[in-house]
């Protein structure tokens, strides 16, 4: 029961950043376009997060 009482109060606290990975794959123009900004402003944002981007002229299937 601690595990989850510890996990509740970090995810309640506001002043934690995120961790962890960052994965996306999308289309290569929408990462052009839309992701790559984003990408750099989140990296600058949030420094413990590392990004896995990868991208494909075909669609993504869901």
């Known amino acids: 029961m601690d595990k989850v009482e510890t996990a509740e109060s970090e995810v309640a606290d506001p002043a934690a ?5 960052l994965r996306i794959h999308a289309p290569t123009s929408f990462g052009t376009y839309y992701l790559t900004p984003l990408i750099a402003l ?7 997060v590392s990004q896995s981007i990868s991208s494909s002229v075909n669609a993504c299937r869901i």
């Open 17 to 21: 950043l995120p961790s962890g990975r």
């Open 42 to 48: 989140h990296t600058q944002q949030f420094s413990d």
